[in-house]
């Protein structure tokens, strides 16, 4: 009985720890949809694309991709802008179905061009740390998942901070709740959709970085952990940093947890039916509105 | 202040406002008046830049603004407060009022502002911090008309403020209202009771099914009063 | 405003077999997937569900020395009650949320038959795919003919349903949603029985192409490629229109063989035709061609 509760240590506290990786990942498809009601389905290939442009700069620079968010976060941000700004603007004067359909030509563009690049294989990003673990007794805590949290941490919590504090935040979370009545505030809507889908990108690009480090990754890796995200904004609800949290570790514990007792190759697996079951019984989520 | 000249609105094909012109000058309190259906809502939309005419012109304070974005026409010093009580839900009362101060020129004088509006309505100040949608609808109204205030407008649009409140709160909105326009601010108020908008507007014009059939000063228009019982049938 | 059925021709060169083959497929998977997010407002990314679990039935008939047709049956049956299944979860969500439910299936089951070997030995490696066994006896040109069936049979299908109970039920929803619920049309009913029935011809144009590839992999037969193809089709043929995807498919089919050499780009050049697509001709041919002036008055030469 004891060896069991010792080896379940482990997962337990990664699973948590991963829960603030997908928290992050959530985060930017929850920010879309929460101020524009868009669901991104192009968002996973945004956080891989953050993990590529990531491996690229190891790779070739050398340098550590933690440090290459310095270029990566506004790279993904324009990007992130762009798509709303020049794509999805015009698409949703057209109908609903619109933007979502151009978000899947976007998606399918994206992990293509992936599989062009860098041919179907898995690809990690490995450095010096990126192997290394704490050790707690007989538990095992890698590196990768504590940098994991600590950056989940700071990055909601900054994100709020700004929301919160800033009239640029405060005008994202205005055109959210009513955009007409935005506009009559003087908030000019249609760029801070921009701006919105740009800090999207954003955290897709801190997110990628964290992900290359901690899962190996393909060009359809995309796919995969759009369903975390879409999972966490479920369980989290909308609006509520604190939700994501604990709906990050709600799945991040499903996907260790799993990993234990039925093996690491039916992970994600556990995680798609634990998404399509949590959809089943509680698409409204747990808290938030 | 406000030139409307010849305004055509359309929602989708549907016609709305026929050939609409008003004019009001600065530091004005002007009705617009109608019922139902009359177009007046989507008069204000059309000054406010969230429709644009198919035909005829907006001109403020010698600027066209016909084709200009909504928030570039609060930028310029129009604000509107929009009927059906229109706020924030989930931010506070102080978010909601802050955040009026949100385009360029009046982010310097937010201080003075909310200042401003506090003293106009202390009750906000009260409940600074509660969450918009437990507020009541006299309360949401006062806060509407305090964001718009923090906007720091020159010309003010209201619509429909008397809405579905007590005769005690709309007293005291219409006190606010004059002090609001005795700081200088032009006020274009839209409402359906006749009578009541008759008594604390200098002019009206009167809209009926997306056209202006009278105009005038409000004495002039409260001797014809007769007339317009029999238009709208108002007590 | 009947358009031609095309009549099935024997002994043309091989080139056209494969074309008219194709195109038959696709203009099943096309015409169903027009069904349902067209005139029932589902967009529905999990189709390749019903073409990977055909394939796989069949894997296990072929495999097991039973008859193919029974094997095409089943694969049939599969899909719909695999489609009864996931509309459990799936159908509570809207619009969006759909989409992205329906994402997930393909994805979970790719992974199921990457770790689940439903026959023979357990085989080490890469690649969990099957050869399709038993189909030396049948010939070519009976495939051709059970796709043309397929691909014809859907047209039909879609003039049935669109002109049946059914599909008026599906019309009133697609226009206002609350009105028809109060109108009593039991919504749920409706999108499910629409649901199922393009998972059933799914089923049957997979299971078709899959004894004409005779090969099936994981990867392939869950592959978003198939989505892809459905979507494009559709958005450049007309949404919501009845030959929207006929004329769709038709340039997809040709699209597939002049980019047949690039076959990584062909995707890349597929998801941006259809962004393109989407941002400006939205409606799709046939709706911008109704549109115009010329199409009304040969309309009007038509039925009079």
New interface residues.
């Given amino acids: 009985m004891d060896e069991f509760i010792a080896s379940l240590g482990s997962p337990l506290i990664m699973g948590i720890l991963l829960g603030g990786l997908y928290a992050v990942i959530a985060l930017g498809l929850s920010l879309v949809f929460g101020v524009m009601?868009?669901?991104n389905?192009a968002h996973g290939d945004l956080v891989i694309f953050g993990s590529y442009f990531a491996y690229l700069v190891i790779t070739f620079l050398g340098i550590d991709p933690i440090l290459s968010l310095v270029l990566g976060i506004p790279f993904l941000f324009l990007i992130g802008f762009a798509i709303q700004k020049f794509?999805m603007a015009?698409?949703f004067k057209?109908?609903?179905?619109?933007p979502?359909?151009?978000a899947?030509?976007?998606?399918?563009?994206l992990?293509?061009?992936y599989?062009?690049m860098f041919s179907p294989m898995s690809r990690g990003i490995s450095t010096s740390y990126s192997m290394e673990s704490f050790v707690l007794g007989r538990i095992y805590i890698p590196i990768v998942y504590v940098l994991n949290f600590i950056a989940a941490l700071l990055v909601m919590v900054s994100l709020h901070a700004f929301l919160k504090r800033t009239y640029l935040g405060q005008a994202i979370i205005a055109a959210s709740q009513d955009a007409v009545a935005a506009q009559l505030k003087g908030i000019n809507t249609a760029r801070i959709f921009a701006m919105t889908f740009g800090i999207a990108g954003a955290t897709a690009a801190v997110a990628g970085v964290f992900l290359g480090l901690t899962f190996p990754f393909t060009p359809?890796s995309g796919?995969?952990f759009?369903?975390v995200a879409?999972g966490v904004v479920i369980l989290g609800g909308l609006g509520s940093v604190l939700g994501t949290f604990m709906g990050g570790m709600i799945l991040g514990l499903a996907q260790t947890l799993g990993a234990h007792f039925f093996g690491s190759?039916?992970q994600?697996?556990i995680l798609?039916?634990m998404?399509?079951?949590i959809?089943?019984v509680r698409?409204q989520g747990l808290f938030g509105r | 202040m406000l030139k409307v000249g010849s305004i055509d609105a359309f929602y989708g094909s549907l016609q709305v406002l026929w050939d609409v012109s008003i004019e009001i000058k600065p530091g004005e309190i002007v009705a617009i008046i109608g019922s139902n259906g009359s177009g007046k809502s989507t008069l204000l939309n059309v000054i406010s830049g969230i429709i644009h005419p198919a035909r005829g012109s907006i001109v403020f304070r010698g600027m066209d603004i016909t084709s200009m974005d909504p928030f570039q026409i609060v930028g310029l010093g129009i604000s509107q407060v929009p009927e059906g009580r229109r706020i924030f839900p989930d931010m506070t009362v102080f978010e909601n009022l802050r955040i009026g101060s949100y385009s360029r020129g009046a982010r310097s004088k937010r201080e003075e502002n909310l200042k401003h509006v506090y003293r106009l309505f202390p009750r906000l100040e009260e409940r600074r911090n509660q969450i918009a949608k437990t507020l009541s609808g006299g309360e949401r109204q006062m806060m509407m008309i305090g964001s718009a205030l923090m906007s720091d407008p020159k010309l003010l649009l209201l619509d429909e403020m008397s809405l579905g409140l007590s005769p005690l709160v709309v007293n005291e909105i219409y006190k606010v209202m004059k002090e609001i326009r005795s700081k200088g601010i032009t006020i274009i108020f839209v409402e359906q009771n006749v009578r009541r908008t008759l008594n604390e507007a200098e002019r009206a014009y009167i809209l009926e099914t997306g056209r202006i059939v009278l105009s005038g000063k409000a004495e002039a228009l409260r001797e014809e009063e007769k007339v317009k019982k029999a238009y709208f049938g108002t007590r | 405003m009947a358009l031609l059925a095309i009549l099935p021709i024997i002994g043309l060169p091989k080139d056209w077999i494969l074309y008219i083959f194709l195109f038959c497929v696709y203009l099943a998977l096309a015409n169903m997937w027009n069904l349902l997010?067209g005139y029932c407002?589902l967009?529905s990314?999990c189709q390749t569900a019903f073409i990977g679990l055909a394939g796989y039935t069949l894997v296990i008939f072929t495999w097991n020395g039973l008859p193919i047709s029974l094997g095409i049956l089943c694969s049939a049956v599969v899909a719909a009650v695999f489609a009864v299944l996931?509309s459990?979860?799936?159908f509570?969500?809207r619009?969006?949320?759909f989409?992205?439910?329906s994402?997930?299936?393909p994805?979970?089951l790719r992974?199921?038959f990457?770790?689940w070997r439903p026959v023979g030995d357990k085989i080490h490696g890469k690649g969990a795919g099957y050869m399709l066994k038993g189909l030396e006896d049948i010939s070519m040109t009976h495939i051709y003919w059970l796709a043309i069936l397929v691909g014809i049979g859907s047209i039909f299908i879609m003039r049935l349903i669109l002109s049946s109970k059914l599909g008026m039920g599906l019309a009133a929803i697609r226009d206002n949603d609350t009105a028809a619920s109060s109108s009593g049309i039991n919504i749920f009913r409706l999108k499910l029985c629409a649901f199922v029935i393009s998972a059933i011809v799914s089923a049957l144009a997979g299971a078709i192409f899959f004894m004409f590839d005779g090969y099936i992999a994981p990867t392939g037969g869950f592959n978003?490629k198939w989505?892809?193809t459905m979507?494009l089709a559709t958005?450049i043929g007309g949404?919501s229109t009845e030959e929207g995807p006929m004329i769709g498919t038709v340039i997809i089919v040709f699209l597939h063989f002049v980019l047949a050499r690039y076959a990584?780009?062909s995707?890349?050049i597929?998801?941006?035709l259809?962004?393109i697509i989407?941002?400006l001709v939205?409606q799709g041919i046939m709706g911008f061609l109704r549109k115009t002036r010329p199409y009304q008055s040969f309309l009007r030469l038509l039925t009079r």
Avoid: K
Wanted: glycine share 6%; hydrophobic share 70%.
């Fill in positions: 009601r868009l669901l389905v794509l015009r698409a057209l109908s609903m179905e619109a979502l359909i151009i899947f030509g976007i998606s399918l563009v992990e293509n061009v599989q062009i359809i796919i995969s759009l369903i879409f190759a039916a994600m697996l798609d039916i998404v399509l079951v959809l089943a698409p | 997010c407002g967009i990314l996931i459990l979860p799936l509570r969500l619009g969006i949320y989409a992205i439910g994402l997930i299936v994805d979970a992974v199921v990457l770790l978003m989505t892809m979507i958005v949404i990584g780009i995707l890349v597929q998801g941006t259809l962004i989407m941002l939205p």
